[in-house]
T-cell receptor, first 117, second 111 residues
Framework: EAGVAQSPRYKIIEKRQSVAFWCNPI?????LYWYQQILGQGPKLLIQ????????DSQLPKDRFSAERLKGVDSTLKIQPAKLEDSAVYLC???????????????FGPGTRLTVL | KQEVTQIPAALSVPEGENLVLNCSFT??????LQWFRQDPGKGLTSLLL?????REQTSGRLNASLDKSSGRSTLYIAASQPGDSATYLC??????????FGDGTTLTVKP
């Protein structure tokens, strides 16, 4: 079974520029998550999709961050414009279902390390 | 709001020692708890998942326990090896479906 794929692995941009990250979840996984992990901290959930609908985006800075999951498979996360404090690793994860009925172990991709100068 | 704490932040042990990592959470109304391992510059690898109705899960040298009433989970690593050196994170999922992570414990196993 192929894992969660993410690209790019690394990105360096200047503040006020825009950037986009891509994620392809494990085949058949209905739930997709984007996390932000700042150095020395645990991942913080930015947005959670179930199929192509948003389940939770309460911690997404909507003035600069946006995410979409067209057709309920791949997803993109965009930052526009970027700030210095956005420097972090952006992790994508997927699980079979996010509800209460089934075991929903999360599987993570390798992440994208973003540096904002 | 769920808060997850992992203490200590860092731990160094000699090879062969048994050790325990701790995870505590403030809201006991959880759906499950998952332990992960993260190597430097890498993503998270799932180690063990405990459903709220379970008390423990085991995989090889790893054993995770869950005590919902006290808001605690422990990850026991037996006969530690240098290859176990990594950051260990716990994530608590609430009944509403949201996961909250601790900041992790960085483990160093010295040969």
């Amino acid at each position: 079974e192929a894992g969660v794929a993410q690209s790019p692995r690394y990105k360096i941009i200047e503040k006020r520029q825009s950037v986009a990250f891509w994620c392809n979840p494990i085949s058949g996984h209905a739930t997709l998550y984007w996390y932000q992990q700042i150095l020395g901290q645990g991942p913080k959930l930015l947005i959670q999709f179930q199929n192509n609908g948003v389940v939770d985006d309460s911690q997404l800075p909507k003035d600069r961050f946006s995410a979409e999951r067209l057709k309920g498979v791949d997803s993109t996360l965009k930052i526009q414009p970027a700030k210095l404090e956005d420097s972090a690793v952006y992790l994508c994860a997927s699980s079979r279902v996010g509800g209460r009925g089934l075991v929903n172990e999360q599987f993570f991709g390798p992440g994208t390390r973003l540096t904002v100068l | 709001k769920q808060e997850v704490t992992q203490i200590p932040a860092a731990l160094s042990v000699p090879e062969g020692e048994n050790l325990v990592l701790n995870c505590s959470f403030t809201d006991s109304a959880i759906y499950n708890l998952q332990w992960f391992r993260q190597d430097p510059g890498k993503g998270l690898t799932s180690l063990l998942l405990i459903q709220s109705s379970q008390r423990e899960q085991t995989s090889g040298r790893l054993n995770a326990s869950l005590d919902k009433s006290s808001g605690r989970s422990t990850l026991y690593i037996a006969a530690s090896q240098p290859g176990d050196s990594a950051t260990y994170l716990c994530a608590v999922r609430t009944n509403a479906g949201k996961s909250t992570f601790g900041d992790g414990t960085t483990l160093t196993v010295k040969p």
